[in-house]
């Protein structure tokens, strides 16, 4: 918050927005989609694990298209370490289960989607499943998925509170 007011000063169609409670992940992401004012929301971690410019890739891809509005874009992940990447293919394997459709890296980075398809959404939730929610309402809403690779280097900023140990990874799943 100390340097965000600089940063974004040249840019007047940017805003922050400050959550001073946390309340889960969820909570900060939404009530930051709730605050934006542009016709494609989207989110995506802070840690840098992945290159902010990759949102500029994901919104090529509503221009790209003629209905963006019936556009979800999501990051596939690349460049992971073979546990993590274990670990992915056993919660897509639970989550396509437990949903009935096929999901796979669910908690790739950014999410992006139209304005419209947000203000659809009734009761998301404030925790780690708003990725999962999020997908599964746009497979269910017959949006068009499109993916594209993201490198996923190691966390530049922050400490996980759930990916540490096998046992905070269970809890999350």
Partial sequence: PRILPDLIAPH?????????????????ILSGLRAA???????????MQ?????????????????????????GLRSGRPAFDVAFTVGMSLFESALMGQRLWDINAQPTMFHRRFFEG???PPHD???????????????????????????????????SSTVAGRVRFI
Avoid: C, I
Wanted: aromatic share 14%.
């Fill in 128 to 162: 780690f499943s708003l990725d999962l929610f999020a997908f599964v309402m746009a497979r269910r809403a017959g949006l068009s998925v499109r993916r594209f690779p993201v490198h996923f280097g190691p966390r530049a900023h922050g400490v996980s509170h759930w």
């Fill in 37 to 47: 004012r542009g016709e494609v929301l989207a989110w995506t971690h802070a840690d």
């Fill in 12 to 28: 007047p169609t940017m805003r922050s927005v400050r959550v001073e409670v946390n309340q889960g992940y969820g909570f900060g």
């Fill in 50 to 74: 992945t290159d902010p410019k990759d949102a500029v890739t994901g919104l090529s891809l509503f221009d790209a298209d003629p209905r963006p509005e019936q556009v979800f874009v999501k």
């Fill in 121 to 123: 959404w009734q009761n």
